[in-house]
């Protein structure tokens, strides 16, 4: 694609970057077929040749409008187009960009700033997201149908194993994920401690990975949560744990990201790269361990598992936990469309309800149209989501594999 940047945009870092991108894509289109909102609304500019050009044309000192901050907007980044793409375009990466300059050129209307900056306030601080969870449920007649699953905090049933290994990894625990399902870290410790892992889960730290902010486009809000988190985890990196396991698949790609969105703080560059190296979702660290030592189903069980766009496009990682699923005797349904987003997407069922509501119907028929007796995933954000609406249970893998491994 040929490129024609303003001065400024040229000779910046984000404009050098966004050159090589755009010389990248060869206007097929292939990423349009498998994206979720251009199926959805049929319009070019909400697929992802359709950003693209917006960008572009962003870059080259075009009109800046709403309609553009609206298309950029809808766009779930589940990274579908990036798995399509014959030519290797990084998509996620321009939009990025694309969504910076938006940002700082296109001011938003009174009620959006304010639903942003309560999300930015809210989600990525423990403190915070308690007092929301605590008013919800005191005005739960209020709450729309498909967000007030997410008001349901479990106490934990289970508790962490206390044998020690020799092999040590450092499991995250979580924002959202240690509030509203705690028992994912502790089934996944339970599984790990029979395949001779200790998970050390860290004390003082269950802030946000720093996605929220990120996607927001709240970037130094970002930055400094990461610096924060590697802080808190670096005594455990010093410590020699052998990895940095994410359960929640939607973080994972974030905190693989670190190398790159730190490269340039002398600081935290070499500590953000080693971070990044070390960082493994719960699924790779598995898949390199003796699964054997797991117990196989005595009993088939019928499971559709969703496999989070954050795990199949964002890592790379698709039919990883299906490998291992199948391996210990799950009976796994097919399913339609298997690449498409639920519809969660982070903060996307607030801030784009209608289109999420419709992502998650298509999802819900698909997965049970195999009438499987329980819906597997691998991302907290996605389970909530499904929950809200499915007919079946809900449950991380990992609790999957726990419940026949105890």
């Known amino acids: 694609m040929r490129t024609v940047f303003t001065k400024d945009y040229a000779e910046s870092e984000d404009g050098k970057i966004a050159n090589d991108i755009l010389r990248r894509c060869v206007h097929c289109g292939f ?5 979720p909102t251009y199926q959805l609304l049929g319009d070019e500019l909400d697929g992802p040749r359709g950003r693209i050009y917006l ?11 709403e309609q553009s901050q609206t298309h950029l907007d809808r766009c779930l980044l589940c990274r579908a187009c990036e798995t399509t793409c014959p030519s290797g375009v990084e998509y996620s990466r321009l939009l990025e960009i694309g969504r910076g300059i938006v940002e700082e050129k296109v001011p938003r209307g009174h009620w959006e700033t304010i639903k942003r900056n309560a999300l930015n306030s809210v989600l990525p601080r ?11 449920r005191l005005f739960r007649f209020m709450i729309p149908a498909n967000l007030e699953s997410g008001l349901a905090v479990k106490a ?10 020799q092999r040590k990894m450092l499991l995250l ?14 089934a996944t410790a339970q599984v790990f401690d029979k395949l001779g892992i200790m998970l050390v889960e860290e004390e003082q730290n269950n802030a946000c990975c720093g996605a929220i902010s990120q996607h927001l486009g709240k970037t130094e809000a970002a930055l400094q949560v990461m610096r924060n988190n590697i802080d808190a985890w670096w005594p455990a990196v010093e410590n020699g744990v052998e990895a940095i396991v994410v ?20 600081h935290y560059a070499d500590k953000a790269r080693r971070i990044s190296e070390l960082t493994q979702d719960v699924s790779e660290a598995v898949a390199v361990s003796n699964i054997a030592a797991l117990n196989k189903l005595q009993q088939s069980m019928k499971v559709a598992f969703h496999a989070p766009c954050s795990l199949q496009h964002g890592q790379k990682l698709a039919g990883v936990v299906e490998a291992q699923l199948t391996a210990l005797g799950y009976e796994l349904c097919a399913i339609k469309d298997a690449h498409l987003c639920c519809g969660a997407a982070g903060t996307y069922t607030i801030l784009q309800p209608e289109i999420s509501e419709k992502l998650l119907i298509n999802k819900l028929v698909a997965l049970e149209k195999g009438k499987p007796q329980v819906i597997a995933t691998a991302n907290i954000g996605c389970m909530v989501h499904l929950q809200g609406d499915a007919s079946v249970p809900v449950k991380h893998w990992m609790e999957l594999l726990a419940e026949h491994n105890l």
Not at 55 to 65: A, C, T, V
Not at 156 to 165: A, D, E
Not at 254 to 263: P, S
Request: glycine fraction near 8%; include cysteine.
């Open 247 to 266: 359960t929640a698949s939607g973080c994972a790609p974030h905190v693989k990201d670190y190398g790159h969105l730190l490269r340039h703080d002398n």
């Open 31 to 35: 990423c349009n077929a498998t994206c």
């Open 126 to 136: 423990l403190q915070h997201y308690r007092w929301l969870l605590a008013i919800g």
């Open 156 to 165: 934990p049933r289970l508790s962490f194993p206390t044998r020690n290994h």
């Open 55 to 65: 960008i572009k044309q962003m870059l080259e000192g075009n009109e800046i409008s």
């Open 173 to 186: 625990k979580g924002c959202v994920q240690s509030q509203l399902a705690p028992d994912i870290n502790r």
